[in-house]
């Protein structure tokens, strides 16, 4: 298997909702990221966790909720999000020597 | 402070022409990853290749080739007889071991993106 599967692909949330992302790989990595990508422009890291732990936060508000309960999995919690927040969510996964590095197909949200 | 730049914004081409993207990069690492990436209007990133600092040799896949220049800190990327399938925004990517509180990490950082639009 060498996916990295999101979940859902679409979610349209009001500003008061909340919601979540899903990511899942099962290709053995212990790295796994969050990057945000506005409309024409490049993605941008939000956060990386390397063996199940947050190891960078790039400055990111904390409406941005993440978590990776195992090996697995990493979710992304969403709570009083702004209609600028609307984005595709994209998560990638890799070795920690940072071989391998593979994005899901991401998650288009839009935030009303 | 790493940076990619992609200084085509678009290109068009006719099918069948060749086209070339240009990515140019910064880094102070001697140990680095350069990646080219396809977004179709779908929205996924596809991966093309991965090169690593060590490595100069060109590569070519199909119709894609790519021309990794230490000298001149390019990777650039050229598609052959074009088809309309390659419409697509193409991102280069530069990955450098970065500290965090887990350990090293690798970043990658993208180039804006080239819009290329292949028509018939």
């Known amino acids: 298997d060498t996916e990295v599967t999101q979940t859902p692909k679409h979610l349209v949330m009001g500003m008061t909702n909340k919601k979540s992302l899903k990511c899942e790989q099962h290709?053995?990595?212990?790295?796994m990221y969050w990057y945000k990508q506005k409309a024409k422009k490049p993605p941008e890291l939000m956060f990386v966790?390397?063996?199940?732990?947050?190891?960078i936060n790039e400055s990111v508000p904390s409406r941005f909720s993440p978590e990776c309960p195992n090996s697995s999995l990493l979710n992304l919690h969403l709570h009083a999000l702004q209609p600028e927040d609307s984005a595709l969510y994209l998560c990638?996964?890799?070795?920690?020597?940072?071989?391998?590095?593979?994005f899901g197909s991401g998650t288009r949200l839009t935030v009303v | 402070a790493q940076k990619v730049t992609q200084a085509q914004t678009e290109i068009s081409v006719v099918e069948k022409e060749d086209v070339t993207l240009d990515c140019v990069y910064e880094?102070?690492?001697?140990?680095?990853?350069l990646f080219w990436y396809k977004q179709p209007p779908s929205g996924e990133l596809v991966f093309l290749i991965r090169?690593?600092?060590?490595?100069?040799q060109n590569e070519i896949s199909g119709r894609y080739s790519w021309n990794f220049q230490k000298s001149t800190s390019s990777f650039n990327f050229t598609i052959t007889a074009s088809q309309v399938v390659d419409s697509a925004v193409y991102f280069c990517?530069?990955?450098?071991?970065?500290?965090?509180?887990?350990?090293?990490?690798?970043?990658?950082?993208f180039g804006k993106g080239t819009l290329l639009t292949v028509n018939p």
């Open positions: 880094t102070r690492d001697t140990t680095y990853y």
């Open positions: 290709m053995g990595h212990r790295a």
């Open positions: 090169r690593n600092s060590f490595d100069e």
């Open positions: 990638a996964s890799s070795q920690v020597t940072g071989y391998g590095y593979t």
């Open positions: 966790y390397s063996y199940e732990k947050l190891s």
């Open positions: 990517a530069l990955s450098e071991a970065r500290e965090g509180s887990g350990g090293s990490n690798y970043k990658l950082t």
